[in-house]
């Protein structure tokens, strides 16, 4: 994600520093900092969790240092050298259906995998700090990359298919935008109206990229439970962006059709990484 926006950015005239820092190094990182006097630090990083969150069971030093120390470390250091810092986080802190859209002060109700657990940590962290802390959820978009919603459920031949808020890579990026402009703090929930569930985004998938796709969707229980797929279990919820919304941050549902068109996208991306 860090990479694309740095793409958006630089085409809306913005002058973007994206040298690569640890982000367990605050001394370097403050260094860096101080010495580029950036107005907004936007703290993408995180542990490459491959191929999904289970690798947080297995690295949980790593997790800890990234996730964790990491992210209070890039916070710190803007603050320090004067600038406006926004920390992305997530919204997998959290377990419910459809009749409940959990808000910003929702206390969190999800422990059931290490990554989750470490992501209430973080929030907690930077609580009393005056930071921005952006929680998306599940995101989507029309580029394919390894952490794409829609790459990540086509690699699996097994699926759970439960209604879940969406964010929207593409339209995260003007949000993002206007929100080093606002300079708001606290939490911030960033996703787009409605949900979606992962057998609706498939079957786009077979209407436009391929056919032959086959998936088998099986319950929560046979992913996560005793016997299952998963090691962790996987957080499923609805995110409220009723405060995004009183900021001026309307993010489109993403129906059928606004699927269509990002699948028609995504296929193109496909199409060129087979070039290459």
Same mark, same amino acid.
């Given at each position: 994600m860090g990479g694309e926006i740095v793409k958006y950015l630089k085409s809306r005239g913005h002058q973007v520093f994206s040298d690569k820092i640890d982000v367990s190094n605050f001394s370097a990182l403050l260094a860096k900092l101080n010495e580029t006097k950036p107005e907004v630090v936007v703290n993408f990083t995180g542990v490459r969790a491959y191929p999904n969150i289970d690798w947080c069971e297995n690295n949980k030093e790593e997790t800890v240092k990234i996730n964790v120390g990491g992210a209070i470390n890039a916070t710190l250091a803007a603050i320090k050298a004067g600038a406006y810092p926004i920390q992305i986080s997530s919204g997998c802190i959290y377990s419910g259906g459809t009749d409940v859209e959990f808000t910003e002060e929702s206390e969190p109700n999800f422990f059931g995998s290490f990554y989750s657990r470490m992501r209430i940590i973080m929030q907690n962290a930077l609580k009393e700090i005056p930071v921005l802390q952006v929680r998306i959820r599940m995101p989507i978009a029309t580029f394919s990359h390894p952490r794409n919603l829609i790459n990540k459920i086509?690699?699996?031949?097994k699926i759970i298919s439960i209604p879940n808020s *969406?964010?929207? #890579?593409e339209d995260l990026w003007p949000a993002l935008e206007k929100l080093a402009v606002l300079k708001p703090t606290g939490i911030l929930n960033l996703t787009n109206d409605g949900?979606?569930?992962?057998?609706?985004?498939l079957e786009v998938y077979k209407k436009i990229v391929d056919p032959n796709h086959?998936?088998? *969707?099986?319950? #929560?229980?046979?992913l996560q439970g005793v016997g299952g797929i998963t090691k962790a279990k996987r957080s499923n919820c609805l995110l409220s962006n009723a405060k995004a919304k009183s900021l001026g941050l309307n993010l489109p549902a993403i129906d059928n059709k606004k699927l269509e068109e990002i699948m028609v996208a995504f296929k193109k991306s496909l199409l060129n990484e087979a070039i290459k």
């Open positions: 086509i690699s699996y031949p *969406i964010t929207f #890579l949900y979606l569930n992962h057998a609706q985004i086959k998936y088998t *969707i099986i319950s #929560l229980d046979e």
